[in-house]
C-alpha cells in the first residue's frame, strides 16, 4: 500500500496562490498516476487535475484548467498542485490519490491521503 501525505493548504485571500504537496511512500506500476480532489462542505469529492509519473501526462477539470498546474517530481515522489487566481468556490478539503490510469474517476484511484483544507476569503 502507497501512503500518501498531503500538506500546503491554508487560508488565503481570493486572487492568491498556494502550492499543494502530495509525499508519496513509494512508485509502482500500480500506482503510476497521481491525482489531486476536492470535497466542499456538502458536495461530493471532484476531480481537480491528474498526472502520470512515467510520461508527465496531465488532465484538468475545465473549473481549474488556466489556474491550477499539477507537476511531479519524480526523484523525491511528489506531486505538486500550483494554485493560482484562487477563488472562493475553490475552498475545499483538497485530497491526494494514488492509481494506475490517468482518469478523472474516484474508483480509479486506490490510495488517498487525509486531505488539507483550503480556504479562501472574499
Known amino acids: 500500500q502507497v501512503q500518501l501525505v498531503e500538506s500546503g493548504g491554508g487560508l488565503v485571500q481570493a486572487g492568491g496562490s498556494l502550492r499543494l504537496s502530495c509525499a508519496a511512500s513509494?512508485?509502482?506500476?500500480?500506482?503510476?498516476?497521481m491525482g489531486w480532489f476536492r470535497q466542499a462542505p456538502g458536495m461530493e469529492r471532484e476531480f481537480v487535475a491528474a498526472?502520470?509519473?512515467?510520461?508527465?501526462?496531465?488532465d484538468y477539470a475545465d473549473s481549474v484548467k488556466g489556474r491550477f498546474t499539477i507537476s511531479s517530481d519524480n526523484a523525491k515522489n511528489t506531486v505538486y498542485l500550483q494554485m493560482n487566481s484562487l477563488k472562493p468556490e475553490d475552498t475545499a478539503v483538497y485530497y491526494c490519490?494514488?492509481?494506475?490510469?490517468?482518469?478523472?474517476?474516484?474508483?480509479?484511484?486506490?490510495?488517498w491521503g487525509q486531505g488539507t483544507q483550503v480556504t479562501v476569503s472574499s
Open positions: 513509494r512508485r509502482s506500476f500500480s500506482r503510476s498516476c
Open positions: 498526472i502520470r509519473w512515467t510520461d508527465y501526462s496531465t
Open positions: 490519490a494514488a492509481g494506475p490510469v490517468l482518469s478523472r474517476s474516484l474508483g480509479a484511484f486506490g490510495s
